[in-house]
């Protein structure tokens, strides 16, 4: 299959898989690739006990690394040859051509392993979701959470009527969903609301700026890694279109599907396709299934519209409307001459940040960074007044992200962040980067935390299907999107821990160059033996051959 070819997959729910065909996917929006780092290849029921169930296999110690320091090349000849032969893994590789980032330092003393463009600046892909980790771990706390509250400008009525609009009113929570609806419901109906007079609002105003990342494309965002970043969100403002009793259909009524699937033919091939702005989703093709895992516009809409079906369920008659505003519109809600009706809160930034890293959620990134700016932005001003007066909490974030990355001696100014996520194609940070992070990472007082929130390899998360030979001993985030493969953690090495960054840019081969970032970080946890390795490996060829 070609490269950029898109595979439409639904493992969470549908054990489907179609290709969309060579002439549309170079013609039609929708069919570029699904990426490993963005699709991890389990069942969420699964996924959630295996998330529950492990831990890090081995503990990472605080290193006395300081990082104000410049930190010293290792002149060991053990580090030699590691170098030496993380070198013949690339260059003997099909992918010498790509442009390649490598990192090692240790933990134990703080000596550079091997570098390589260590210092030059590479797209990273979702491995830039661990600096968002990092950052927001250290300024919100591990133990923040997210409010979603009920407001009205007036108080309810001695008869239970309430005048006026209700508004539904997030302030980013990532997890808001149904359940945090029916709790809002139930305090609402224990504070003795009986209706409704006028419209459901639900209000994503507590964010200035763009929902969507600077630099996403534009042939991303219909799909739910690309989903918009409001700060009401729900239920990851994602949907599923998937086939029922031969017709195809989607898990919420408030998206549309129209279009149908022909008869099989020779291969069953399918697409899916969504104009920007909209909700209407159009299928096409031929074969008996069709499945795919979708953004919704409009999130805010959308939670207005089920709170409305919740009271009415309940018995809450409601005369008005479901409806949306966001900073822009002139009539958001004031909280501070609000009446609040009830409110719920999200889990804590730790066990989001554990979601985040283990799936690679690209909504819970955004959300974060634009918490950040919105909180602190003040501390990070841009040097253009007038960008500073204008900026959004998205544009204030990734300014947060990159004050305090060179406060903390972890990357200098020339580095380039532009959403939380790693999706944008502007993002642009150095290996030695991200290694430094992971230094800042192990000796920090959330140290815990940011470890058990990295996926395991051969284990779980996106790693659960990757690196089983060294099962347990990496704890790395994946990056993965078109042209570029990432990987950055914590390997086991003998009696000390090694942190690394990889990354792997033009890599244009139909096969993705993931499995060679695979051998490199395997190759850390033979590292002192790896001539032994070597060997044994050339061993085992032999004989396979025979």
Known sequence: MNRTSRVVI???????????????????????????????????????????????????????INLSEPLKTSEKPEDAALAKHIDEIIEQSEFRNARWGVFVISLKDGRVLFSRDGRKLFNPASIQKTLTSIVALDKLG??????????????????????????????????????????????????GLTRVKDDIVGDESYFKGDALGDGWTWNDLQWYYGAEAGALTYKGNEASIYTQNGKVTASTDFIQVEGDLAPLE???????????????????????????????????????????????????????????VDWKSKNKLNTENAVELASVESQTLAEIVRKMNKRSINLYAELILRTIGKKFGDTAPDEN????????????????????????????????????????????????????????????????????????????????????????????????????NSLAGYAQAGDETLVFAIICNNDTHKKDSSHIVDEIAASLVEYPNINESKQENNKNSGNSTK
């Open 266 to 324: 020779d291969i069953q091939a399918a697409g899916i396709k969504r104009e920007l702005g909209e909700n209407k989703f159009y299928v096409w093709g031929n074969g008996n299934n069709v499945g795919g895992r979708v953004a919704v516009e409009n999130p805010a809409l959308w939670a207005a519209t089920k709170l409305r079906e919740a009271l009415v369920k309940k018995g809450i008659p409601v005369e008005g409307e479901a409806k949306s």
């Open 385 to 484: 007044v007038r960008v500073e007066k204008l900026r959004g909490d998205d544009t204030a974030g990734t300014a947060v992200v990159k004050k305090w990355l060179k406060e903390n001696n972890v990357a200098t100014e020339e580095i380039e962040i532009h959403d939380g996520s790693g999706l944008s194609r502007m993002d642009l940070v150095t290996p030695e980067s991200f290694g430094r992070a992971l230094v800042y990472a192990a000796k920090s007082n959330f140290s815990d935390v940011f470890k058990d929130s990295l996926p395991i390899a051969g284990t779980d998360g996106t790693l659960g299907g990757r690196l089983g030979k060294v099962k347990g001993k990496i704890l790395a985030k994946t990056g993965s999107i078109t042209y570029v």
């Open 10 to 64: 639904d493992r969470f729910l549908f054990k489907i898989v179609f290709i969309c065909s060579f002439f549309l996917v170079f013609s039609l929006s929708g069919c570029s690739r699904l990426t490993q780092s963005e699709q991890p290849g389990m069942p969420q029921d699964a996924e959630e006990i295996s998330e529950n169930s492990n831990r890090s296999s081995f503990e990472i110690p605080a290193p006395a």
């Open 142 to 191: 591990a133990d923040f959470r997210w409010k979603t509250a009920v407001y009205a400008n007036n108080p309810i009525g001695q008869d239970g009527t309430l005048e006026g609009n209700l508004t539904l009113y997030g302030e980013g929570a990532p997890d808001f969903s149904d359940d945090g609806l029916e709790k809002l419901v139930n305090q609402l109906q224990a504070k």
